[in-house]
């Protein structure tokens, strides 16, 4: 098993890992060392909390010892005993790997949600966000940066929406939507934002700022995507850069990759000093195990730095949902970059206001902010 290479990630010694499993330092040494059989089914999945690993992983890593079945099989067996039917159809029929593998995608399909995360203050978007939180601001043939993206993600075939409110949540108010409230968007960020709407991690989740527009193009991209956690990337992002006082590019949340796509940096990187692959675009995408691995993620990290700096957030109350990513990274969890296109635009300040308006006259779509009334007669 690879118990070793886990426990050395997360920075663990044997002994303090066992300590936290209640075995002994010898017995997990002899499991390490594979002089053991695999553990219980109790012992993994204390193994799993402690190292923040998928217990799956683990329990599948204990069923390749030959003539040995994975400790969780027989449960689930009992559990639902019709299972043995289809256990003896697949032997009955020789299904092939891929084919088992495109059923039990098709088994745990479920329909896409989305959670939109708007309860920041939008501060940098004075005058226009004093009366209004930033996704009602701005204004697109319209309609709010919030309700256009609302309609983007329901013609992508995504009805369950839910929004986190926080600052101005009153004007906020659009049918059909279930709302969060983050009651101190003064004092957190993105990352506190989210998990006001932790129940809504379970299956697959497309996450997205409501500081930006995208065409449907950006989010089928992400839809497509299977990877447990797939976060929107934008490898053509220097030339929006240029210029931008207000949001300078030290201000991005730019991403170094791996040549599997895989995220080796994410945040605010200096970019004058790494070479930095691509932008966050501030949307991602979960698979059900992607949101296990997430939530089991963001709650050993409040364990630990709750109360104190945690990755670039001197709080951990603070912290950008990529502070999160960039410490999962850092314990070798797998988030995979999405190359997508150009068509998204990040409207964080005035100034990224007037260039929008330029980018999107030349497009064809002007874009302009309603006045007051027009904002204050409209339900949203």
Not at 167 to 192: D, F, H, S
Not at 266 to 291: D, N, P, Q, S, Y
């Given at each position: 098993?690879?118990?070793?290479?886990?426990?050395?990630?997360t920075?663990?010694?044997?002994?303090?890992?066992?300590?936290?499993?209640?075995?002994t330092s010898?017995?997990?040494s002899?499991?390490?060392?594979?002089h053991?059989?695999p553990?219980?089914?109790?012992?993994?999945?204390?193994?799993?909390?402690a190292?923040?690993?998928?217990?799956?992983?683990l329990?599948?890593?204990?069923?390749?010892?030959?003539?040995?079945?994975?400790?969780d099989?027989?449960?689930?067996?009992?559990?639902?005993?019709?299972?043995?039917?289809?256990?003896?159809?697949?032997?009955?029929?020789?299904?092939?790997?891929?084919?088992?593998?495109?059923?039990?995608?098709?088994?745990?399909?479920?329909?896409?949600?989305?959670?939109?995360?708007?309860?920041?203050?939008?501060?940098?978007?004075?005058p226009?966000?004093?009366d209004?939180?930033?996704?009602?601001?701005?204004?697109?043939?319209?309609?709010?940066?919030?309700?256009?993206?609302?309609?983007?993600?329901r013609?992508?075939?995504?009805?369950?929406?839910?929004?986190?409110?926080?600052?101005?949540?009153?004007?906020?108010?659009?049918?059909?939507?279930?709302?969060y409230?983050?009651?101190?968007?003064?004092?957190?960020?993105?990352?506190?934002?989210?998990f006001?709407?932790?129940?809504?991690?379970?299956?697959?989740?497309?996450?997205?700022?409501?500081?930006?527009?995208?065409?449907?193009?950006?989010?089928?991209?992400?839809?497509?995507?299977?990877?447990?956690i797939a976060?929107?990337?934008d490898?053509?992002?220097?030339?929006?850069y240029?210029?931008?006082?207000?949001?300078?590019?030290?201000?991005?949340?730019?991403?170094?990759?791996?040549?599997?796509?895989?995220?080796?940096?994410?945040?605010?990187?200096?970019?004058?000093k790494?070479e930095?692959?691509?932008?966050?675009?501030?949307?991602?995408?979960?698979t059900?195990?992607?949101?296990?691995?997430?939530?089991?993620?963001?709650?050993?990290?409040?364990a630990?730095?709750?109360?104190?700096?945690?990755?670039?957030?001197d709080?951990?109350?603070?912290?950008?949902?990529?502070?999160?990513?960039?410490?999962?990274?850092?314990?070798?969890?797998?988030?995979?970059?999405?190359?997508?296109?150009?068509g998204?635009?990040?409207?964080?300040?005035?100034?990224?206001?007037?260039?929008?308006?330029t980018?999107?006259?030349?497009?064809?779509?002007?874009?302009?902010?309603?006045?007051?009334?027009?904002?204050?007669?409209?339900?949203?």
């Amino acid at each position: 098993m690879e118990i070793k290479t886990l426990r050395q990630k997360t920075g663990l010694s044997l002994r303090g890992l066992a300590q936290r499993v209640g075995v002994t330092s010898s017995y997990l040494s002899d499991i390490e060392s594979l002089h053991r059989k695999p553990p219980s089914k109790g012992v993994i999945q204390k193994l799993a909390a402690a190292l923040g690993a998928a217990e799956e992983d683990l329990f599948d890593l204990a069923g390749l010892e030959p003539d040995r079945i994975p400790p969780d099989v027989p449960g689930i067996v009992k559990a639902h005993p019709e299972s043995v039917n289809l256990l003896r159809a697949l032997q009955q029929h020789q299904a092939s790997a891929q084919r088992i593998r495109d059923l039990t995608k098709r088994i745990g399909s479920v329909e896409v949600k989305a959670v939109l995360l708007a309860a920041g203050l939008g501060s940098r978007l004075r005058p226009l966000t004093e009366d209004f939180p930033k996704c009602m601001a701005i204004v697109l043939n319209g309609k709010t940066l919030l309700q256009t993206q609302l309609e983007t993600l329901r013609s992508c075939r995504i009805g369950e929406i839910s929004v986190v409110r926080g600052y101005k949540a009153e004007k906020i108010n659009n049918p059909g939507v279930r709302y969060y409230e983050n009651p101190t968007p003064q004092t957190t960020n993105m990352l506190a934002s989210l998990f006001c709407a932790e129940e809504e991690l379970d299956g697959e989740v497309i996450i997205s700022y409501t500081d930006i527009w995208y065409e449907e193009a950006v989010v089928k991209r992400l839809l497509r995507c299977e990877k447990d956690i797939a976060i929107g990337v934008d490898i053509d992002w220097k030339d929006y850069y240029l210029g931008r006082k207000d949001h300078p590019i030290e201000e991005a949340e730019n991403v170094i990759f791996n040549s599997n796509n895989e995220v080796i940096k994410i945040g605010k990187i200096a970019a004058e000093k790494e070479e930095v692959h691509g932008e966050f675009i501030g949307m991602c995408k979960l698979t059900r195990r992607g949101c296990e691995i997430l939530r089991r993620h963001y709650h050993r990290a409040k364990a630990l730095y709750d109360g104190g700096p945690f990755q670039r957030a001197d709080q951990f109350q603070k912290a950008y949902l990529t502070d999160l990513f960039q410490e999962m990274a850092d314990l070798g969890v797998p988030i995979h970059c999405e190359i997508i296109g150009s068509g998204w635009k990040e409207i964080d300040t005035i100034e990224d206001f007037k260039k929008a308006v330029t980018v999107f006259q030349q497009k064809g779509s002007p874009l302009h902010v309603a006045t007051s009334n027009v904002r204050s007669n409209r339900r949203v």
